[in-house]
């Protein structure tokens, strides 16, 4: 049931195909109840964008294609609901100070998101590589440290502006997913992270408020296998 959810939620621009059943939210407001969240990233990956979605975006509880969107059911899941405690860093491109700055927010966090440019990964930006290995070294130090660690995600935004995110269909998301996590640089942060198994990675895009409602679901389904 899970993985035909998953399947079904990766990406697919503008549709959330299926519907979060009851007991599903159940346990994504047991997981995020109250919880610290920090996000962390460079400037411009979408820290502030996501945190606001979090804090008062709403998910629709079913979405069916066949219906028309004026037809479709109205029920949604009000994410403020959950009281997630957001908390986002000025970053400081990479300054020490920013990262003790960092390093105090993921302390105190029960759960990291550490968001990237998916789409200048894909495009082999030397830069946004360097940032991001950069950026993982000194998460990695910490999560170390942790005891139990804060779960932690990858979030790789800006999917939209990749061509072949654009034109994918969804029994295709699956491979672009397994692509992405194949790029070197990719598994190299996985493995600073701890593992596969320590990593979550969602991918997707904020562009519009379907794709970042696909994106938020996605990372809640993480929580509620
Ligand atoms: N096309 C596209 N735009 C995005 C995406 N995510 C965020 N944006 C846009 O990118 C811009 C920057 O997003 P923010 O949420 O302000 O990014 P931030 O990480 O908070 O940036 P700083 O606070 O400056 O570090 C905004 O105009 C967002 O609407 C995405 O996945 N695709
Ligand atoms: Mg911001």
């Known amino acids: 049931m899970l993985p035909i959810l998953i399947g079904i939620a990766i990406g697919i621009a503008g549709a959330i195909a299926g519907a979060i059943a009851e007991e599903i939210w159940d346990k994504i407001v047991i997981f995020f109840k109250g919880k610290r969240v920090a996000?962390?990233?460079?400037?411009?990956?979408?820290?502030?964008?996501?945190?606001?979605?979090?804090?008062?975006?709403t998910i629709p509880a079913e979405y069916k294609q066949?219906?028309?969107?004026?037809?479709?059911?109205?029920?949604?899941?009000?994410?403020?609901?959950?009281?997630?405690?957001?908390?986002?860093?000025?970053?400081?491109?990479?300054?020490?100070a920013a990262y003790a700055e960092w390093k105090k927010l993921h302390d105190e966090a029960d759960v990291v998101f550490y968001l990237l440019r998916a789409d200048r990964l894909i495009a082999g930006d030397v830069n946004v590589e360097t940032r991001v290995r950069d950026d993982l070294r000194h998460i990695s130090e910490w999560?170390?440290?942790r005891n139990p660690r804060p779960l932690f995600?990858?979030?790789g935004t800006h999917c939209d502006l990749d061509t072949e995110f654009r034109?994918?269909?969804?029994?295709?998301?699956?491979?672009?997913?397994?692509?992405?996590?194949?790029?070197?640089?990719?598994?190299?942060?996985?493995?600073?992270a701890g593992g596969a198994q320590q990593t979550k990675v969602v991918l997707g895009s904020m562009k519009t408020p379907q794709d970042t409602e696909t994106l938020v679901y996605q990372v809640f389904m993480q929580v509620a296998s």
């Open 66 to 96: 066949t219906i028309a969107p004026e037809k479709a059911p109205s029920r949604r899941f009000s994410l403020k609901e959950l009281g997630i405690k957001v908390k986002e860093t000025q970053d400081l491109s990479g300054d020490k």
């Open 167 to 192: 034109t994918l269909t969804a029994d295709k998301i699956g491979d672009y997913n397994d692509k992405f996590c194949r790029l070197p640089i990719v598994r190299e942060l996985v493995t600073r």
């Open 143 to 145: 999560l170390e440290k």
């Open 39 to 57: 996000v962390f990233g460079a400037r411009g990956v979408g820290k502030t964008h996501l945190i606001k979605f979090l804090t008062t975006g």
């Open 153 to 155: 995600f990858i979030i």
